[in-house]
């Protein structure tokens, strides 16, 4: 058997699309006619992406949500989904989370396949948008001299996680329910160098984007970072799952909606990302590894 | 736990694109600009889409396949795919059969998600084409008078699993490396009034696409169906994974490619679908019911 990193490896020397990324790096990107179009694919699997027991209506909520953070980060306009789904118990919440999310969004169900299945069930999800704005945002993109942002507090999807864990009275709806920031995404899409949806942890997806980018290195100042606990600033910097999106900018740029600076782009250094002056990487648990 | 044909019914109640004919029915249409996109999602479980054991380049090939196939019966040029894919063994294996398939049908890989797991593992694959002709052909369609026909044998995607299970001399490669017959789909699109490919058994799918039409019947000859094996003729019309094209079109019509006509459309009738002039249903173990 072979590793994820491999496999991911062997994946990039087959016929790739030119808009395709690689997997899981980026959404892939497909000029037709005279549109963009952003397609996405996220999978799910029972045990690893959600909790034994947890309500459907929230996986099929999150599994909606989290592709439409995709498109998010791309700047784009959902157009709809494709389900893969393994039928099983709570079919019928499934159901209820799937219709709440796509009212919500405003968003079509396009088709996909249903399989009955025993054992761990895996969902998938591909999701297709329009770019509404060319160049479409990349991870790639980040200068020298920009300074480098987040929509929102980080942390929240941690505390949510413990909440619905531990059965305690705090809040789960931000681990439960994420919610992608498509509005945020079109209004800053014209305004970023690169872009990103934070979904493995804002320290792991900063290390990702500057090691994308051409000779940069990140900056972060931890002080700056919004966290949902600042008693726990670390473990808040660490945690995905919160769909905020994190992106570069030059300094100057007005931004249409607000934004934490929580650092700035350097010339590449010995590694792509310090923390307070101090040398991290992957090595140093920043992040959630897939996974 | 609701059944699957509750799900989907409750599938249909959601925002449904108006393309979107439905899960597992028909591919959804997208008209994007000036062009129209078709897109396909087929999941693969291991144990049930598989046999235990298989070389995982040829489920790599099939799970491919089938998705091109669905883009076949719409007359489409298949653009790109995302792969949904749960690591396990044998990956290697299956990374060179995507890599056989892929450059076999000039297909790019656009991206997707890996995912690790335990136990039975699912495969998804999002297929994207671009239609070559308008209308589609869809599973709807087929008008009383029309003739009924079929691009080549079934029953050899049952006798290649047998080989397969059995060890015998006989060649699997019918059921191990299906052929998605894009050329010829292309070929029909502008002359056939509705078109699917047999994926769940020729007469499963002759009573699915009678039933699409309206006010129709299929009268289907069992006697000039084309069969891989003669002497297993009613199995051979019952077992899918053949992937022939079933389309029905004006008897007048001259046909760009080879095909058998097996029998007529006529007006609605006590069942969609007759065979040797008495009623089928799918009580009547027709075909492969998913699954």
Redesign the interface.
Same mark, same amino acid.
């Given at each position: 058997?072979?590793?994820?990193g491999a496999?991911?490896a062997?994946?990039r020397?087959?016929?790739?699309?030119a808009?395709?990324?690689?997997?899981?790096d980026? @959404?892939?990107i %497909?000029e037709?006619? !005279?549109?963009t179009?952003i %397609?996405? *694919?996220? @999978?799910?699997?029972e045990?690893? *992406?959600w909790l034994p027991g947890q309500d459907m209506a929230d996986i099929a909520w999150k599994l909606v949500a989290v592709n439409l953070s995709d498109l998010a980060a791309k700047g784009a306009e959902p157009? &709809?989904i494709?389900? /893969? *789904?393994?039928?099983?118990?709570?079919?019928?919440r499934f159901?209820e989370g799937? *219709?709440e999310v796509?009212?919500h969004y405003?968003?079509?169900? %396009? /088709?996909? !396949?249903?399989? @009955?299945?025993? /054992? @761990?069930?895996?969902l /998938?999800c591909?999701a297709?948008g329009?770019a509404t704005h060319r160049p479409v945002p990349a991870r790639r993109g980040a200068r020298s001299g920009d300074a480098i942002y987040v929509t929102g507090p980080v942390g929240a999807a941690m505390l949510g996680f413990e909440a619905l864990r531990d059965g305690n009275a705090k809040d789960s709806t931000a681990y439960r329910r994420p919610a992608p920031l498509l509005a945020e995404g079109r209004a800053l899409a014209p305004h970023v160098t690169a872009m990103m949806d934070i979904s493995d942890g804002l320290l792991l997806d900063c290390w990702r984007m500057a090691s994308a980018g051409d000779g940069i290195a990140f900056e972060i100042d931890s002080a700056r970072v919004s966290v949902a606990d600042p008693s726990r600033r670390g473990e808040c910097m660490r945690w995905g799952d919160d769909y905020q999106l994190l992106f570069t900018a030059d300094p100057r740029t007005r931004l249409p909606v607000p934004a934490t600076r929580i650092g700035m782009v350097s010339n590449a250094d010995l590694s792509p990302l310090r923390l307070d002056g101090k040398i991290l990487t992957p090595l140093d648990s920043i992040g959630y590894q897939? &996974?």
């Open positions: 058997m072979i590793d994820e496999f991911i062997a994946l020397t087959l016929p790739l699309h808009g395709a990324r690689g997997l899981r980026d @959404a892939a %497909l037709i006619g !005279d549109e179009l %397609l996405t *694919h996220d @999978a799910m699997i045990g690893r *992406h157009v &709809g494709l389900l /893969g *789904h393994t039928l099983g118990d709570g079919d019928d159901l799937l *219709h796509l009212t405003g968003v079509k169900l %396009l /088709g996909g !396949d249903t399989v @009955a299945g025993d /054992g @761990a069930r895996t /998938g591909t297709i329009r897939h &996974g």
